[in-house]
């Protein structure tokens, strides 16, 4: 099957620095990637559409300036999160529609933030 | 509203056996997707199962099998001959068209267990 790779696996981060995670989809063109907030021993919830070429479009409640969202090619979309706080450590997990129905997923990175 | 909703916070099972984990969703949309996936302690997502809204036939995949029952909007998961390594979270998660993307929506998620 496809193949989805998500960087860095794990980070830990000190308060008010940035930190940008990469989903890269290795053998396919993604227009479409989704971005996904994963608490610990919750459900995926999405937090943001990022399409080739245009903006991303966010779920309700997620802060557009804090979680910036890049989608500059079709195999690469860059989730930067922007003045890190405690609060933000979570996993984030990448996923990356194919041709036909299936969507595949990034390993996931774990953010710490201290 | 909640559109996917997996009951079971978690269940156990013991090898070899049978298990059944359970999805029900609500949407109006004529045409959508179901997936399961499984999300060991690593973290991943790996897919298991697709099952389309058209599809006449319940899907299979290996020991895996997706009880579709559409007028009852559920997607039941059934796990056949369960092994040690099937011990992880799974997620039921449908798939609607918006507009010019699809994206998922995950249920809760069920931690299964099995056990010797």
């Known amino acids: 099957g496809a193949v989805v790779s998500q960087h860095p696996s794990w980070v830990i981060c000190k308060s008010g620095t940035s930190v940008k995670i990469e989903c890269r989809s290795l053998?396919?063109?993604?227009?479409?990637m989704f971005w996904y907030r994963q608490f610990p021993k919750q459900s995926l919830m999405l937090m943001a559409t990022s399409n080739e070429g245009s903006k991303a479009t966010y779920e309700q409640g997620v802060e557009k300036d804090k979680f910036l969202i890049n989608h500059a090619s079709l195999t690469l979309s860059t989730l930067t999160v922007t003045s890190a706080h405690p609060e933000d450590s979570s996993f984030y997990i990448c996923?990356?529609?194919?041709?036909?129905?299936?969507?595949?997923f990034g390993q996931g990175t774990r953010l710490t933030v201290v | 509203a909640q559109k996917i909703t997996q009951t079971q916070p978690g269940m156990f099972v013991q090898e070899k056996e049978a298990v059944t984990l359970d999805c029900t969703y609500d949407?109006?949309?004529?045409?959508?997707?179901l997936f399961w996936y499984k999300q060991p302690s690593s973290g991943e997502m790996i897919f298991l199962i697709y099952q389309g809204s058209y599809d006449e036939q319940n899907a299979t995949e290996g020991r895996y099998s997706l009880n579709f029952q559409k007028a009852r909007k559920s997607a039941n998961l059934v796990i056949s001959a369960s092994q040690l390594g099937d011990s992880a979270m799974y997620f039921c998660?449908?798939?609607?068209?918006?507009?010019?993307?699809?994206?998922?929506?995950f249920g809760t998620g069920t931690r299964l267990q099995v056990t010797l």
């Open positions: 053998d396919f063109q993604a227009t479409t």
């Open positions: 996923s990356a529609l194919g041709v036909g129905t299936e969507a595949f």
């Open positions: 998660a449908m798939r609607e068209d918006t507009g010019t993307a699809s994206k998922l929506t």
């Open positions: 949407t109006s949309d004529q045409s959508y997707g």
